[in-house]
């Protein structure tokens, strides 16, 4: 089966092959859970990008199908929500919270120390060399109280520096 | 259910914030220590919801007694079963201390942080475990739905929810009866109930704690709501950030729908009524309701004009109630206690209560539910505990991207919906975000507008190109190159895109721009004229430079300089190499006596 994550040899944003059909076939268990109604559009597309990683418009052509909504509808809705990609990230989405609480907490610091070296490989991008980790600012993760706040993948971490973050990185491989 | 008797009861927080802290951890450790001690069938641990008292997690409440710890780690565990458990004496070094208080306080109800604070909406936290509604149910859940069912008409809810005056608390603050009432009047079936779960303003978690908390007075608020307008299927929306409130709302509709209290034939009593959870996909925007309602359609969420309101045209264009999640948990309370109860809190034209979520420069951070009418000092000093690191109050920022800030001198305003609007602020959904001398209010109001402009959804020009116009002049000031007549533009612009604009993002836009320069002119003019960031935040808008009349030679921003730009030694005044200076700032954070400007 395809490994769809960012590699080094394919980072994150590059153009990659297409994803086969008989695995877009998969798509088809998604297609069945929301009875093939175009309302469910947005959590089709969620477990779809758990499914393959990211939404190439081979997987929205099919939802488009298998939900019967036209496909540009399906690329409208991808390019406007924030969850969505259509290029392969790493295996873990970092969130580094910039909302109010975290930013006065000095948040926008974490988030240069991730991306800047310090041996995680994102020199200066937004996913690690290692194809691990793709950083994303948010706004907002509601878990001011914490602030600053990282999430990865659905874990949230709280109170970080850019002293204490690298060990967070390391839990997760 | 087991009939035993346990003699104390350990609830450990399973917030997302406590759990985050590893509370889990000290659940575990907790459990293991009784069982090495064969105290697991006398002592009963489990999970409590979150008690709002974030900044100090893990915490733990022991029951009967109301003791109750913080800052918890598994080593402490030990002590804590030792001490309190086999001997009742409280371990004095774990309990919650607050600042301004001589001796560590055992009793939740004796702290200001707790003591302070009115719980209606957070009536079950703390003290119930959030997936169980078996525990919901022994502190009157679904009573309220059982009373308006069994004992009163549709039209009586309506009656008793508008006598209330309760307000929506997602921000609008619209009158949540009458809008129940001109969705019960319409005949287009079918109806819907939406709840508002998208909390989205940056420093507001107050819906999140009710969702993962307590799930179920949602459910109930909807349920009262669909039998009073005459709806049967309901849908909560809930932002993608927040997992854990979609698995516990996911598992509290699941239950209820085994118990008989939501499905088919509610309580006998004929009352259809289902909820689906409906998750967000990471966009601001929809948390407006019709942007929402677009969403919960699977389309991208651009607003759309109104009228026609919701209730009139709203989900699939049949007639829709939205309210937030904190409006309905208030729903229960309401109907069991009465109207008039209800009146009883509050001021003249904002009844009840509201939750805050407390956060910034505060030391006791963590939400927090007050009357209506308490005012801004009692919320920062008392609750709050004043302002941490010895620093002084600055301004308070209320309502998030659509409200505004309120200076130090403004503490005795009190918080309702109209004082909030007429000194330039908002009420929202409850973010207070406390700032210091270390914030400076130009880049709070370019944080809030870089916020907007990229969570605008892009329809209307004005909102769309103007906030982005607004966006590069802030920049300008803030890098350097602002000019005269700066901030007349920004105000004009500013007004100009909250009046073209169709939907609350935009009409709002303009708040945090107008109100910090309404408050904070001088530091718009110093960063204008003198360039210079009086705050010491703008890094292009800093001199660098040691004061030697404020230096006290302590050496800490010599330790702390990363470039090697600053020399120093022992009882010499500190001195920094511009040329080597990256800008970090590390100096200023460390100097504890602002001794570089």
Known sequence: MHDLHATPERPCGTQVEAIPSHELDRLEEIIGRYGGRSRYLIPALKDAQEMFGYLPKEVQHRLAGGLNVPASRVFGVVTFYSFFTTTPRGRHTVRICLGTACYVKGSTRILETVTNGNGLGFNGGSTSEDGRFTVEPVRCLGTCGLAPVIMIDADVHGNISPSNIIKHFDNYS | ?597
């Open chain 2, 1 to 597: 259910m087991s009939a035993h008797q346990h003699r104390m009861r350990i609830r450990s927080c399973a917030g997302t914030l406590c759990i985050a802290r590893g509370s889990m951890d000290v659940k575990k450790a907790l459990e293991k220590e009784l069982i090495k001690r064969d105290l697991q069938t006398d002592i009963e641990v489990c999970m409590g919801n979150c008690n709002g008292f974030c900044g100090k997690g893990p915490v733990m409440a022991v029951e009967p007694d109301g003791v109750f710890y913080s800052e918890l780690k598994p080593k402490h565990v030990s002590r804590i079963v030792e001490e309190h458990v086999l001997k009742g004496i409280i371990v004095q070094e774990l309990l919650f201390k607050e600042e301004t208080a001589e001796d560590r306080l055992p009793l939740m109800k004796d702290t200001d942080f707790f003591g302070l604070q009115k719980l209606i909406v957070l009536r079950n936290r703390g003290l119930i475990d959030a997936e169980s509604i078996d525990q919901y149910i022994a502190r009157d859940g679904y009573a309220a739905l059982a009373k308006a069912l069994g004992e009163m008409s549709p039209i009586n809810v309506i009656q008793e929810i508008k006598r209330s005056g309760l307000r929506g608390r997602g921000g609008a603050g619209f009158r949540t009866g009458l809008k129940w009432e001109a969705c019960k009047e319409e005949s287009n079936l079918p109806k819907y109930i939406i709840c508002n779960g998208d909390e989205g303003d940056p420093g507001a978690f107050m819906d999140r704690s009710v969702m993962e908390g307590d799930p179920h007075s949602v459910l109930e608020g909807m349920a009262i709501a669909g039998y009073a307008v005459g709806a049967e299927q309901g849908y909560v929306y809930v932002r993608a950030e927040y997992p854990l409130a979609i698995e516990r709302l996911q598992k509290a509709t699941a239950d209820a729908r085994d118990y008989g209290l939501l499905g088919e034939d509610i309580l006998g009593k004929g009352l259809n009524f289902n909820i689906e959870i409906y998750p967000g996909a990471g966009a601001f925007v929809c948390g407006e309701e019709t942007a929402l309602i677009k969403s919960l359609q699977g389309l991208r969420g651009m607003p759309r004009p109104r009228p026609p309101f919701p209730v009139h045209k709203g989900l699939f264009g049949h007639p829709s109630v939205i309210n937030n999640v904190e409006t309905y948990a208030n729903v229960n309370p309401i109907i069991l206690n009465g109207a008039d109860w209800f009146t009883s809190i509050g001021t003249e034209q904002s009844k009840g209560t509201k939750v805050f979520a407390l956060t910034g420069a505060v030391k006791n951070i963590g939400l927090v539910e007050v009357p209506m009418g308490t005012t801004l000092r009692s919320l920062i000093f008392g609750i709050g505990g004043g302002i941490e690191k010895g620093r002084s109050f600055k301004a308070v920022q209320i309502g998030g991207p659509s409200g505004g800030c309120i200076p130090a001198g403004l503490e005795s305003v009190e918080i309702d919906y109209e004082s909030l609007k007429s000194v330039g602020a908002m009420m929202g959904s409850g973010g207070v975000v406390v700032m210091d001398e270390t914030t400076c209010m130009v880049d709070t109001a370019r944080f809030f507008t870089n916020f907007l402009v990229e969570e605008s959804c892009g329809k209307c020009t004005s909102c769309r190109e103007g906030l982005k116009v607004m966006q590069d002049k802030l920049t300008d000031i803030i890098e350097g190159r602002g000019r005269e007549g700066d901030v007349e533009f920004l105000q004009g612009l500013a007004q100009h895109v909250s009046a073209t604009s169709f939907c609350g993002l935009g009409k709002t836009s303009a708040n945090p721009v107008l109100s910090t320069i309404r408050y904070f002119r001088e530091e718009y003019d110093g960063h204008i004229r003198d360039k210079h960031c009086r705050a010491l935040s703008c890094e292009s808008l800093i001199d660098f430079e040691v004061m030697d009349d404020k230096c006290t030679m302590c050496g800490a921003c010599y330790r702390k300089c990363t470039s090697g730009a600053i020399t120093w030694e022992k009882k010499k005044v500190a001195s920094i190499d511009r040329e080597q200076c990256t800008r970090c700032r590390n100096c200023i954070q460390a100097c504890r006596f602002r001794a570089i400007r």
